[in-house]
């Protein structure tokens, strides 16, 4: 049966075929659905077309395809495809084989993309498309809390642009600047990320986490070989070094040469070397972030600035705009790599081609704290919980809380699932798995035993917004873990020589505060701050555990193990719970016991390892 609703007027963006596809839904302007393919069909990155995520929206709000007006997709698929052929004809024929392999697939999905989308969908009405920086840029703004700012967004690349500033004034902006293919420094960052051993695309995070461990040794090697670093941040990469080109890898023989031998093969041990490597490319990163947004300073004059783009989700980086760059305040878009396409183009299309105003409502911005996905209620949870099998005690939510908080300070893993999934690569207390920050062995822990994953990367704190400047050396909002600040100093512990003098890896393991299990080697902190209004749930679990402790902290990790997307379902907590060393799971107000979880000899539905990717 058709849901109709033609009291409303419903637009849809969706993104998809590269990376991270994803669907978001708009009614009347206002967002409310938005979600990552990735979560439904458990393929992390899932660059498909987002049919669950597409229907998850429409039943979220309760219509069926027919009553949306408008469908905008978040890039030219054309202007794209004639990127691809005119450098792959221009440097014929050494880009000859990479394309054979990748032309077919373009042909196939890419350029049939009307024809295709209408087909998915089950839609003739009106379909249109941004691009791909302008979906960036409208995904930073339009939701944005401020009425006039600059625009920044940087990524890998769309059609031709790579990076773009623009100014955003009301319910309109407008693109000023554009930095074009092949000078990239999304591909610059992801090519040392192949370098390094990690897997492009999603392991930036890794390199990031890596580079306070190593020294920027190689930062004069790359300004002189590999960067032409402007005043105003706009740059051109010498092609000797890259090979994303015309080949099938990110780097050439000359990129290895210069920084002495091959690129370590991945889940081999991390050397001082790659550490080292990670450092310098950080160090280019935010000089580059820096300088851009200097330009966007000067160009627009506005105190404000919105970022988006997949380097929006280099958080060190972010950190530093705040701290020493020209704006007064920032505003990051949590879904800020491709995912976040989806959302900027339906945003663009309400505005710009419908015309309507947008109105910031009281500082606030428009994303409802990013929790636009699934969620369940108890009956659904408690009928997921019978057919499990699962031992489980339902609680009043005053004595969830308690309870949580009390084993929280007992140093148990708590898996926490609550209310609407997050829309972006970030848990931010729906679906997260919590720990004390102040213990000791907490990091180690939950690195080996939970996520299984390397060491050396740190938990995010989640701490009470007005706490945040106890602990740290920031006091605004970071409500999407985009912003990276400092561990307060006299919160810190001084290093003894011994301690000063050792390697890499081995320095995790040296508490460095009071919060050692957030507290990264050089004292920095990823942090999210956490506010009643748009959290009420995770708020009072923070609350409940500082009247117990003291300490308004817990230390926040996405709810998943390494190569698999964050849990959505009930069905995909309950099993990462059981593969793991959680101790305890919430769903809902539903609390679980790991020890009082039967399974049957020889029953290992739930207990089958993970393979590691
Ligand atoms: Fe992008």
């Known amino acids: 049966m ?33 979600a990552q393919e990735e979560r439904f069909t458990r393929k992390k990155g899932d660059a498909a077309f987002p049919d669950h995520a597409v229907q998850y929206c429409l039943d979220a709000a309760g219509i069926d395809i027919h009553a949306v007006h408008l469908v905008g997709f978040y890039d030219k698929p054309l202007l794209k495809f004639e990127r691809i052929l005119e450098t792959y004809l221009g440097i ?76 955003g004034d009301g319910s309109d902006f407008e693109v000023l600047q554009e930095l074009h293919w092949p000078d990239s420094l999304g591909l610059l960052y992801s090519a040392f990320t192949y370098y390094t051993g990690f897997k492009v695309n999603s392991g930036e995070y890794k390199v990031m986490g890596l580079a306070p461990y190593g020294e920027p040794k190689y930062v004069d090697t790359i300004y002189r070989e590999l960067i ?63 300088r851009m947004a200097r330009t966007a300073h000067r160009l627009t004059g506005l105190d404000n600035l919105c ?26 878009q949590p879904a800020a790599g491709d995912a976040g396409g989806a959302l900027g183009v339906a945003q663009l299309l309400w505005h710009r081609h419908l015309g309507q105003a947008r109105k910031p409502c009281c500082g606030q911005d428009a994303m409802k704290g990013s929790f636009l996905g699934p969620e369940f209620d108890d009956a659904a949870i408690e009928r997921f919980l019978e057919s499990a099998g699962a031992s489980y005690t339902r609680l009043d939510r005053d004595e969830l809380t308690d309870r949580v908080a009390a084993l929280l300070a007992n140093e148990h893993v708590v898996g926490w699932f609550d209310g609407r999934m997050e829309f972006g690569p970030r848990a931010l207390g729906a679906r997260s798995i919590l720990g004390d920050p102040r213990s000791p062995r907490m990091q180690a822990q939950m690195n080996l035993k939970i996520k299984f994953r390397e060491g050396f990367r740190p938990f995010a704190p ?74 009420p749930h995770y708020y009072d679990l923070l609350k409940a555990f500082e009247r117990r402790t003291g300490c308004a902290v817990l230390v926040n990790t996405s709810f998943n193990v390494r190569g698999e997307p964050i849990v959505c379902t009930p069905a995909d907590a309950y099993r990462c719970f059981m593969r793991t060393n ?15 979880q039967s399974v049957a000899p020889g029953e290992d539905k739930w207990q089958r390892e993970y393979v590691l990717d």
């Open 92 to 167: 014929a024929p050494r880009g000859f084989r990479s394309f054979m392999l990748a032309g077919p697939l373009w042909m196939k999905e890419k350029l049939h993309v009307d024809r295709q989308l209408r087909r998915e969908l089950s839609y003739d009405g009106p379909l249109l498309y941004s691009e791909h920086h302008e979906a960036h840029a409208a995904s930073a703004f339009l939701p944005s809390p401020f009425d006039r700012a600059a625009i920044l967004t940087i990524d890998g690349v769309g059609e031709w642009a790579t990076a773009s500033i623009g100014r």
């Open 582 to 596: 959680i101790d305890y799971l919430v769903l809902g107000t539903f609390l679980l016991d790991k020890r009082t």
């Open 307 to 332: 970022l988006a783009g997949g380097v929006a989700l280099n958080c060190v980086g972010n950190g530093r705009l705040l701290r020493e760059g020209p704006f007064t305040r920032l505003w990051i």
């Open 2 to 34: 058709a849901r109709s609703d033609t009291t409303h007027r419903y637009v849809l963006g969706i993104s998809a075929y590269y990376h991270d596809s994803a669907a978001c839904l708009l009614r009347d302007g206002e967002i409310v659905a938005a």
């Open 462 to 535: 989640s701490v009470l917004r007005e706490r945040m400047s106890d602990y740290f050396d920031m006091d605004v909002d970071s409500p999407y873990m985009l912003l990276v600040a400092a561990v307060r100093e006299d919160r810190r512990c001084p290093l003894t020589a011994e301690q000063q003098a050792l390697w890499g890896i081995e320095k995790l393991n040296v508490p460095r505060s009071d919060l050692p299990a957030v507290t990264h080697v050089d004292y920095s902190a990823r942090i999210q701050t956490v506010r009643r209004q748009t959290n």
């Open 228 to 290: 032409d670093l402007r005043d105003d941040g706009s740059f051109r990469l010498n092609q000797t070094y890259f090979n994303y080109l015309g080949g099938l890898t990110m780097t050439s023989g000359a990129f290895d040469e210069l920084f002495g031998g091959p690129p370590r093969v991945p889940e081999t041990p991390l050397t001082q070397r790659e550490m080292d490597l990670a450092r310098s490319v950080q160090v280019v990163c935010e000089e580059v972030m820096l």
